[in-house]
């Protein structure tokens, strides 16, 4: 079973260097082929963290032509195409944000939150429509470094390892800022549990 | 429920709504034609690409040829002075008779020495043939000569036999002169 896993992962990825050896080639069918698999994910990643579908757009589509520009740059020993992929549409977006001014400085690693409450009972307090749309409107304004993380680990459900290759940075610390993404949006819970309890108090 | 249970539940339901959202396809169509006006852009045209072929071969044919002729001309040649087999010197026409012979049995080697000069310098072919000069006569074939080229009378030219026009000559024509191992001179030709 697993060797059977082991081998479509190969062949997939043995037919994805394929398609983009064909692209390279001025195949059209193949950059199609590539970008229906890898473009969903380069978009979501980029509109998530630009929130701006116009902007997303534009770096999705710089990202694919960088690939075909620039073909040195993507090792395939070194990384799957959609890690790649991703730490190009980063790099790109963050680019974007410096020349907008939009960009949001790292926060401080001391940090500390403390995670969860025995009192708290969002559940009993919020509808569940509420709670999506806090968290919603929570990760947006979470800071990029801890926004990445959310939107990449549990958005996309890359593992840990293809994480830390998009953002450069060491698995540990995708872990912490996972964490204190995951705390901080737990936080932002709060006032609107809050709220609600005095509204039941009326 | 204990919220941070709560907000995997809240991430998975956004999760699924953030799956649902695709790449917008009009990039797609952008992107297919970029591929292949790029590859376009990077492969030459099959009829420009002839003409490189072409250029090549011919410059590689040129350069070649510049090669082999360089290679024939690289050995420098004196002007002034330079010590030759006399015998590498045919006698001309006015030796006829009174000049002192200059043949060897190496002709196989005169021959050699002859194509070689011809070719380092193909004017020396157009020079006048030497004269032997009244004083050479009598003194022995020389083993080693040189050759001298020097300016000389028109009219101490004429003395030697040699056929110099009397109209719009200069008083001095360049010729060059064998000079014997023993600092004799043996014979003269004109320069032209």
Redesign the interface.
């Known amino acids: 079973m697993f060797s059977r896993r082991q081998h479509e992962q190969r062949s997939d990825r043995q037919s994805e260097l394929d398609l983009y050896r064909d692209?390279?080639?001025?195949?059209?069918?193949?950059?199609?082929a590539l970008?229906?698999r890898h473009?969903?994910l380069?978009?979501?990643f980029t509109?998530?963290m630009s929130q701006n579908p116009s902007v997303a757009?534009e770096v999705?589509?710089e990202v694919?032509?960088a690939l075909?520009?620039q073909p040195e740059r993507f090792n395939p020993q070194r990384a799957e195409l959609s890690t790649w992929l991703c730490g190009i549409a980063r790099n790109q977006l963050s680019r974007h944000l410096e020349r907008n001014q939009r960009f949001v400085p790292l926060e401080s690693e001391d940090e500390v939150f403390d995670?969860?409450?025995p009192d708290?009972?969002?559940?009993?307090c919020l509808t569940?429509k509420e709670?999506?749309e806090a968290?919603?409107q929570g990760?947006e304004e979470l800071s990029i470094p801890l926004r990445e993380v959310?939107?990449l680990c549990?958005?996309?459900?890359l593992t840990y390892e293809q994480t830390s290759l998009i953002l450069a940075i060491p698995v540990g610390t995708v872990r912490s800022r996972l964490h204190r993404a995951?705390v901080r949006?737990?936080r932002l819970?709060r006032p609107v549990v809050v709220n609600t309890d005095k509204e039941r108090l009326r | 429920?204990?919220?941070?249970n709560?907000?995997e539940e809240?991430?998975a339901?956004?999760?699924s709504e953030?799956?649902a959202?695709?790449?917008?396809p009009s990039?797609?169509a952008?992107?297919?034609?970029?591929?292949?006006r790029?590859?376009?852009q990077s492969?030459p045209a099959p009829r420009a690409r002839t003409w490189v072929l072409g250029f090549s071969f011919a410059f590689a044919v040129l350069l070649a040829c510049g090669l082999a002729v360089w290679q024939l001309n690289r050995k420098p040649e004196p002007v002034q002075s330079h010590a030759m087999e006399p015998s590498a010197l045919k006698p001309g026409p006015a030796l006829t008779g009174s000049a002192p012979s200059f043949t060897s049995p190496k002709s196989s080697h005169h021959k050699t020495t002859r194509a070689i000069a011809a070719r380092n310098n193909p004017a020396r072919e157009s020079l006048t043939p030497f004269v032997a000069l009244p004083a050479s006569e009598g003194l022995p074939l020389p083993a080693q000569a040189s050759l001298v080229r020097t300016r000389i009378q028109t009219s101490s030219l004429r003395q030697y036999g040699l056929d110099v026009p009397a109209i719009n000559t200069p008083q001095t024509v360049l010729a060059e002169v064998l000079v014997g191992e023993d600092g004799l001179p043996r014979a003269v030709r004109l320069v032209p």
């Open positions: 692209a390279l080639q001025g195949s059209g069918e193949a950059m199609s970008y229906r473009g969903p380069v978009y979501r509109l998530r757009e999705t589509q694919f032509l075909l520009r995670m969860e409450s708290d009972d969002p559940a009993d569940r709670a999506i968290v919603r990760l959310i939107v549990e958005l996309e459900e995951k949006l737990a819970l | 429920m204990k919220p941070a709560h907000l809240i991430l339901e956004l999760r953030h799956r959202l695709d790449a917008p990039l797609e952008h992107l297919v034609e970029q591929t292949k790029l590859a376009a492969r």
